[in-house]
């Protein structure tokens, strides 16, 4: 059994590769340069992390981990053009530097390498994983039309704006962890109760990034808190408090929203703190991961093999009491 | 064994079906547009007469042709964002009717789609399928990026834009071809003879292509004749006039580029004659179709089996003497 960390050593080591051909170099020249940038590689590890709560790790999981990160960086390289960001970690996103053109054939040819690594998977559960992998990679495309089709709408309700996030966050981390314990041997009610880990631990550190971003230490997070708040962005917070303050603070609410002031994320934080969405936020939080860590403790592992991934809920998500 | 013509058909009414989930309507919406606007459905039409060559059309086929099909209308869609092109088929493109950013999503998931049936391939040549599938894939992405590269250059030799064609248009009617024959059961020598049939039928018809949009009979040629001239597209025409006609005709051409004049089109066909560059295309034409023929004559089935290839060849590319 490995610790997250030292999993994350490993396939970091494991990942950092050339993955495509020299030629033609202005399409695989921007692949090899957004891969370089780095990143947490959480989903990869969960992957590997699935395979070992079950067996020792076989080499089509570290396939299947290459795969998987593959897919989440074919997904930033196109969800930064819809957003038109100018940076990711710092550096300038694919689009800015190479262009849109160039920007999708890379997410393309990305998409396509991680099918790639795929088709080497044992022929016994080829057909389960891909299937997983297919349904889960149409449910984020479904999810980002979502996010893009929200941004425009007046109101979003609280159970599509979760749906959105479970699709467009929680499913790649759930069938993350389910595609490594399927080429663990794992059975299908273990595989089901991973995925369910998976999905309400992502729900949970969705739930926790929307009110860091409105009530995180500064110092801490690593965004600019109070920026889902002058992007007017929905998020966990603001929905649910449109959706259960007095009617006198969702005009409020609604009105400054209009505006630009200089104390808007203020006076947005005073009526959050007014009608408790705070504390509603640290419930839905904990709720989410109690409910993923009873999914662990379904598992028929013994419970030493669960610690790796308790740790790294732990790491993702911190409880709040 | 059937003709190419009812082969289309029984594909056309195959394919005549929903692709996709109702929602979300904003993404799966577009993509039955997209594909609704119809098509020729060459290449999974190739699939099956690839697979009949050699044996009675398996189920396998139609849902790898499907798969062809959804392929390369992914490639359509991102294509048309990336040449900027209002219409296809006389209908609104996806990115002009939808934004761009749906159509770099609902291309993606039409990618994925595509790999969804071929998951559901015989294990026996899963593998070898999509190993296929995958190369050509990437192979077509890259001639597009070369595509886009060739047309910021200055020059671009013979052998360059033959290699692009190649990658951009011609493996993925080989590997269609070869695709079937798999599936139909044929032989590796066999498989790579109709591979390279194809491959050289897709370099004949490009070349066709190209001489047609300059010396076709505007009443037959869909679309406007000189229209490659006028957008100093470079062609077959216009690559070998440039590397081989006489320095102060190569000068002309030139300089004819630069600007807009009522007759570009005529001055520049003057010069093709001069330089008998529409005799040299037809005889490129030529000696690919022969070369193609030369595979299909030595695979090893009996000649009745070839005829419905021979028959679409036809279609596709008449031979001039």
Redesign the interface.
């Known amino acids: 059994m490995h610790s997250f960390e030292l999993l994350s050593q490993k396939f970091a080591l494991h990942f950092e590769q050339k993955h495509f051909p020299d030629?033609?170099a202005?399409?695989y020249g921007p692949n090899e340069y957004f891969l370089g940038m780095g990143g947490k590689r959480i989903r990869p590890v969960l992957c590997l992390m699935g395979n070992e709560m079950f067996d020792d790790i076989k080499p089509d999981a570290w396939e299947m981990a290459t795969a998987i990160e593959l897919f989440h960086n074919f997904t930033l390289i196109?969800d930064d053009?819809?957003d038109n960001a100018p940076l990711r970690r710092g550096m300038e996103t694919v689009h800015k530097k190479y262009g849109?053109?160039?920007a999708?054939?890379a997410?393309?040819?990305m998409?396509?390498?991680a099918?790639?690594l795929m088709?080497?998977i044992n022929?016994l559960v080829?057909?389960q994983v891909?299937?997983l992998f297919?349904t889960t990679?149409?449910e984020v495309?479904?999810g980002?039309?979502?996010d893009?089709?929200f941004e425009k709408r007046e109101s979003v309700s609280f159970q599509e704006y979760l749906r959105m996030i479970e699709l467009k966050t929680s499913v790649l981390l759930a069938a993350s962890l389910k595609m490594g314990a399927i080429l663990g041997g794992a059975g299908q009610r273990n595989q089901d109760l991973i995925y369910d880990f998976g999905r309400k631990l992502g729900l949970a550190f969705q739930v926790q990034d929307d009110y860091l971003d409105a009530f995180g230490d500064p110092s801490k997070f690593g965004k600019q808190v109070g920026g889902d708040i002058l992007a007017n962005k929905k998020t966990f917070l603001l929905i649910h408090a449109l959706e259960t303050a007095p009617a006198s603070q969702q005009k409020e609410l609604k009105d400054i929203q209009q505006k630009r002031s200089a104390d808007k994320v203020d006076k947005v934080l005073q009526i959050y703190r007014d009608c408790k969405v705070d504390e509603w936020a640290l419930r839905l939080k904990n709720r989410f991961l109690d409910e993923a860590f009873t999914h662990l403790e379904d598992i028929a592992v013994i419970s030493s093999r669960k610690e790796p991934l308790k740790q790294l809920a732990g790491y993702l998500v911190q409880r709040d009491h």
């Open positions: 030629e033609p202005s399409l196109h053009i819809m849109v053109n160039t999708i054939l997410g393309d040819v998409l396509i390498a099918y790639e088709n080497n022929l080829i057909r891909q299937n297919n990679a149409k495309c479904e980002q039309q979502y893009m089709d």
